[in-house]
């Protein structure tokens, strides 16, 4: 085993390392567990370092380095791990996830990969058997393109699930859906209604009837009118989700729109008060949610690590203790805004080189918010903790928020506040120069290259799918960058398809989408450990091996950097260790 590479010059930081494992050492301190004999991977570094031996003592790394050293820290309870040529990461980070609408889902039907509208139907009937009779029936993750009628399902056909009882199907972008005439009545909505900012209602031709299908915020207005989730259901979607997020190798998920729904806020308080996350959970809260949820939070903060007479602004900005910022493993860490649509509804200043399906003449997708909305928000929180995330795929949208982001830095200086720009799908070179300039994170949806990359190729054309999430690009310059899998749009969220995805960019078809953009797997690892810490600020704690930091670890069957890079993806998470605990294991 090779030992520690020190190809870095000592400077500071390594200086006081250096000091941090004298006193370690001076102090012996026994650990609760030490690892040896497989490739511990510390993601350290530009390079792949690995260590010898790795010790945890009370939730924390105790020692990284030589096993000779490590046997000091042995004691007679001390937990002897031999990897036995298995491989030891830190724990992957969730950088843009959906935790908790993805356990909504979880009790709702599953409309991945239906074939067509009466598969749809069959799979939503039996649905409607097992839902309670005052619940609605609701089934997540068709996509119109992939279905043979290319269309939503319309009003009269929905209604053949259910006449009586609401009846919603939204489609695996999480931005389309579709309901039936009794989830319309509940909602208020009819054909009269008026379509809202950002969002539309299909009409029937004549005006005067809906058709069924609904974009963005016309969804999330009708699905926010469905029935809270209480009790046992608020418990099992958390607690649900977090076991998958776990068996993924995930020490830190995401909740990348708290708010979507509109018991989202409970469900969650629901968790911290039950203590019912093994792992953490980053939270952003969705643009419309923004004041009910930050009081949330300031209430559990008071509640939980009473602040004296903090105002609501000093709390956002006064908590440098970074990881002490979880409660119950629950921490308020953003705010989220969606700037544009997905792959059909991307806001591009170019149109779109074939239209996407029902789009005629010269399209090229739209915005969802006005200028002032977001310019407004980082002129609130660019000073603050509380990180803006954009959801954006076109380069207008990009456009919309370098200019938000400029009015917020003339007015109130240069600050690290670390931007995300979530899928950042297609950025001019110009935009990437600003980007660095700013300090901002694009978080890469990787996983939709290996379903969606024809499809990008397609509506996009060669040019922009080339470039599509540039993580080449970005490795080149030296800027930080993550990858997302953007659960439940991917349907499970795998950490090592994301990687998969970053190194070889295969689509379903078995194309290459934009081979230059394609990057090593270290530095794909890099994008969901070290640098996805880093995204989340949270870089003092997470993201690397090295003593002091929490003793979030995940061991694989093999090592990603010593396979075959199309063998990446069938690489088994072996066991997850959430601050020294096994909250996995297969
Ligand atoms: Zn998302």
Known sequence: MA??????????????????????RGAAQVANTIYTDGDILTMRGDTAEYAESLAVKDGRILFVGPADDAKRHAGPSTK???????????????THGHMVFFGKNLVDADLFGVKDIPDLIERMKKQAQRTPADGWIVGFGYQPRGMKESRTPTVEELDTIATDRPVLIVDRSGHLGAGNSAVFRAAGVSADTPDPQGGSFARKANGTSLLGPMEETALNAVRSKRPSFTGQLANDVITGAAKIWARHGHTTAMEAGLGLGNDDIEIVLNAIDKRLLPIDLYVAAKDSNIDDTVAAAYRVASQYNPAPDGTRRKLLADRPDLDKRYVNRVRLGGIKFWLDGSIDTAWFTQPYT??????????????QIPDEVLD?????????NLQIHMHMNGDAAADQALAAIGKAVNKHGMRDHRPVFVHASYLRPEQIEKIKSYGAVPSFLTASVVPGGDGVLKLWGNDRAAVAMPARTFLRMGLPFTFSHDAPVSPVPSILALVDAGVNRTAASGTVVGPDERIPPYAALRAVTALAAYQLKEEATKGTLEAGKLADLVILEKNPLKVEPSAIREIQVMETIKEGRTVFSR
């Not at 002897?80 to 969730?94: C, Q």
């Open 3 to 24: 030992h520690v590479s020190r190809r870095r010059s000592i400077g500071l930081a390594a200086l006081l390392l250096t000091l941090v494992a004298v006193q370690q």
């Open 376 to 384: 407004t928000a980082f002129d609130t929180y660019w000073p603050t």
């Open 354 to 367: 074939t239209n996407p399906p029902g789009r005629s003449g010269s399209f090229s997708g739209y915005r």
């Open 80 to 94: 002897r791990v031999a990897l036995s040529g298995k491989t030891l990461l830190p724990g992957f980070i969730d």
